[in-house]
């Protein structure tokens, strides 16, 4: 077909790959427990013979729309393969275990949600990533929580809200550097008026996590199993003295000062290895088989044995794969432009200030259900909601608010997206499991619509204080 030939696809043409998918999607993961990869694979197939037969496109253009949308999230999928390694190489030396072993010492079943919450909050707007934040003291905290017999969905939502609250406001974060480089404006001035959404959703979060944390206060713990779990951990390491410690903090410190991800990352590993190698005396095959295919622990205590067999360059490929499925046919759809001829049908619809942000934050949610990845469900409703705002006058920091309050929020809670493929990868809780008490991510979205709803906090263009409409 020629080029001349090539049209937009109708509201019609752009439902029926993504009716599709919900359908068939639901229908293998509740029906057979199957994973999302082939249902993302026939969904991407199916939207590309509507784009070659209905729309015009030729294979090379649909090609290039998947290609374009791999790369942009190709430093994702690096990250994702680093982590893995990590973890394998953390556990063999003795890094996790030793966050392990004496958090068991510190921490308690009553505060132990709340202070996960605020430690991985902490840790993730120090760094401003919420991965690295969840593949380390995530991993380690969720050990803990199993070890406190607290339900491992309610831990991994404790553990996802803190570390997406500091990415969301962290100047490192680069999700929350794109948002404000999407809208035109600039970093801080987003920052700040993230905050007046955010800061109230972890409040209630840190409210609702005391409340369910008092329900274990007062149970009778196996004192006995966590005490097996701490004298098997000493049995199993030479040392869990806390100069281990020394590689997370190295990899926090390197973020701060702004070191990249990636190079930081290497250089936790390798710090794992000379840990692994002096301090516990592994030889090197060993630690090259942790990195692989991840540690495999033999102690005989069950327990003991699911919290530290896991990682490895192995585990992760599931994820991976699972990342390029959903980039595939997001690629698919941005190319071709279905996503932008529903979100126009929303946009029509959108009426006033509170219109126009609820339409922005369901377009990013909707990316992220159909492209997959949390950087298009930025990208794409900013490019697509820019002038809408300034119509109506709004400041830039109006739509990168939504933006980071939706796209950035709620990736985490869709399994197929990168970031719920990695959380779900990395500590083996599926995303069913988490996502009802992932409370952050769920209950800020609501709390930013509220504001508006309620004319709170609203920036008109060249304004210097919030007009309430």
């Keep these: 077909m020629s080029k001349k030939e090539v049209r937009n696809a109708t509201l019609v043409e752009s439902l029926i790959p993504i009716s599709f998918m919900a359908i068939f999607l639901s229908f293998c993961i509740f029906k057979y427990g199957a994973s999302p990869h082939i249902p993302l694979i026939v969904t991407t197939i199916i939207a590309s013979l509507i784009a070659v037969f209905r729309l015009g496109y030729s294979w090379e253009?649909?090609?290039?729309?998947?290609?374009?949308?791999?790369?942009?999230?190709?430093?994702?999928?690096?990250?994702?393969?680093?982590?893995?390694?990590?973890?394998?190489?953390?556990?063999?030396?003795?890094?996790?275990?030793?966050?392990?072993?004496?958090?068991?010492?510190?921490?308690?079943?009553?505060?132990?949600?709340?202070?996960?919450?605020?430690?991985?909050?902490?840790?993730?707007?120090?760094?401003?990533?919420?991965?690295?934040?969840?593949?380390?003291?995530?991993?380690?905290?969720?050990?803990?929580?199993?070890?406190?017999?607290?339900?491992?969905?309610?831990?991994?939502?404790?553990?996802?809200?803190?570390?997406?609250?500091?990415?969301?406001?962290?100047?490192?974060?680069?999700?929350?550097?794109?948002?404000?480089?999407?809208?035109?404006?600039?970093?801080?001035?987003?920052?700040?008026?993230?905050?007046?959404?955010?800061i109230p959703s972890l409040i209630i979060c840190i409210i609702i996590y005391g409340v369910i944390g008092l329900r274990y206060s007062g149970r009778n713990l196996d004192i006995e199993n966590i005490l097996l779990v701490q004298e098997t951990l000493k049995l199993t390491f030479n040392t869990l003295s806390p100069v281990l410690l020394i590689a997370p903090i190295f990899v926090i410190s390197l973020v701060i000062f702004k070191i990249p991800a990636i190079p930081g990352l290497v250089g936790g590993i390798l710090i794992g290895v000379l840990f692994a190698v002096t301090l516990q005396g592994v030889d090197l095959g060993s630690v090259l088989s942790a990195a692989q295919n991840g540690y495999v622990a033999k102690t005989g205590v069950q327990a003991v044995e699911e919290l530290l067999s896991k990682g490895g360059l192995s585990s992760m490929m599931s994820t991976i794969s699972l990342i390029l499925c959903a980039l595939s046919l997001g690629g698919v759809l941005e190319k071709t432009g279905m996503l932008k001829s529903i979100a126009e049908v929303l946009l029509k619809r959108a009426k006033g200030v509170f219109g126009t942000v609820a339409c922005t934050m369901l377009t990013c949610l909707f990316t992220n259900i159909i492209a997959g990845e949390q950087y298009l469900a930025i990208v794409i409703p900013g490019k697509m909601y820019k002038s809408e705002f300034e119509k109506k006058g709004l400041d830039p920091v109006m739509l990168s608010r939504a933006l980071e309050d939706s796209g950035t929020l709620t990736s985490v809670l869709v399994p197929w997206t990168s970031c719920g493929a990695y959380v779900a990868g990395v500590l083996g809780v599926s995303a069913f499991t988490y996502a009802p008490f992932t409370f952050l991510n769920i209950i800020n979205p609501f709390v930013s619509l509220i504001m508006i709803a309620f004319g709170i906090k609203i920036v008109r263009t060249n304004s210097n204080k919030e007009e309430i409409v």
């Design 61 to 198: 253009v649909i090609e290039q729309g998947m290609f374009e949308t791999i790369i942009s999230a190709m430093q994702a999928i690096l990250i994702t393969i680093l982590i893995g390694i990590l973890i394998g190489v953390w556990i063999v030396s003795g890094v996790v275990p030793c966050m392990i072993y004496w958090g068991l010492k510190i921490i308690s079943p009553n505060i132990f949600l709340v202070a996960s919450l605020l430690a991985c909050a902490i840790i993730s707007i120090s760094t401003g990533s919420s991965w690295s934040t969840i593949g380390t003291i995530g991993v380690a905290l969720l050990g803990i929580a199993q070890s406190l017999e607290i339900p491992v969905g309610l831990a991994a939502g404790a553990i996802i809200s803190g570390a997406y609250f500091g990415d969301k406001l962290s100047p490192l974060s680069e999700t929350t550097n794109l948002a404000p480089a999407v809208s035109g404006t600039d970093l801080f001035s987003h920052i700040k008026y993230m905050t007046y959404s955010t």
